[in-house]
């Protein structure tokens, strides 16, 4: 295999398709199997206070993004994924695409294992890296929607074709599709909810853990952090001056 067929003839051939392609429900159950054991990875580094599951999960995801982007027949993540959708009729969208967008995630996870896997040194920032990935694994497994494929399309300007869900062509949307206005309503007042909601958790649980110590920091404001500390400092003031009177 010389450069340009590694580079350019990825993904099968398949008949009637005049690029090559990925099985698209492949991908989305891959995608659905790292975000399930991310989250895993994440209540066990946190209920048991183990940095090893971390470790070997993050490993494993180099490792799998990297196999992607060479070859996705032996990614270890699809294949499972192939497994367990081999009786569903195959999506086919464009490889290309995809395998730019699993370049994009070989990268965010290169330093996750420098950080994370080799020298293990963690920080707020560095988890929202990790969030980030799960996220994006959230979205094309839940959603089908590839952020990596369409910035593909805005960073190398050529226009992908056989996208996931048929985004690509432009077509107009089934009455099925469409939101009435009560519907509208309902939607709106259920992300404002889920949006709400978390934030006021975040902000006024009191934190058990460093991750939820920095999920609790990051969603205040510098004055609302300094209150939360001068509040503590005079509880800690009110009860030394009483255990004093004890005496």
Not at 62 to 73: E, G, M, N, V, Y
Not at 231 to 239: D, H, S, T
């Amino acid at each position: 295999m010389n450069l340009q067929s590694f580079l350019w003839e990825y993904g099968e051939k398949v008949p009637g398709y005049d690029v090559r392609v990925i099985n698209e429900r492949e991908a989305r159950a891959g995608a659905g199997i790292l975000g399930m054991l991310g989250m895993i990875v994440i209540f066990v580094g946190i209920g048991f206070n183990h940095t090893i599951v971390a470790r070997v999960y993050l490993a494993f995801l180099f490792l799998d993004f990297t196999a992607r982007i060479i070859s996705p027949s032996y990614a270890p993540s699809l294949l499972l994924g192939r497994f367990f959708v081999q009786n569903q009729k195959p999506e086919y969208v464009g490889g290309l695409q995809k395998r730019f967008a699993w370049t994009l995630g070989w990268l965010i996870s290169l330093p996750m294992v420098w950080w994370f896997v080799i020298h293990w040194d963690i920080n707020f920032y560095k988890v929202m890296i990790c969030v980030l990935c799960l996220l994006l694994t959230f979205l094309e497994s839940a959603f089908s929607i590839c952020v990596g494929c369409k910035l593909y399309r805005v960073m190398t300007k050529i226009d992908p074709v056989h996208c996931p869900g048929g985004v690509c062509e432009v077509r107009k949307k089934e009455p099925i599709q469409t939101f009435n206005p009560i519907q509208k309503v309902i939607t709106a007042l259920t992300m404002i909810g889920l949006v709400v909601g978390t934030y006021l958790f975040l902000a006024n649980s009191q934190p058990q853990t460093f991750f939820g110590e920095f999920l609790h920091e990051a969603v205040l404001t510098d004055a609302q952090l300094q209150k939360e500390k001068d509040e503590a400092y005079q509880k800690e003031v009110a009860k030394e001056f009483e255990d004093d009177e004890d005496w």
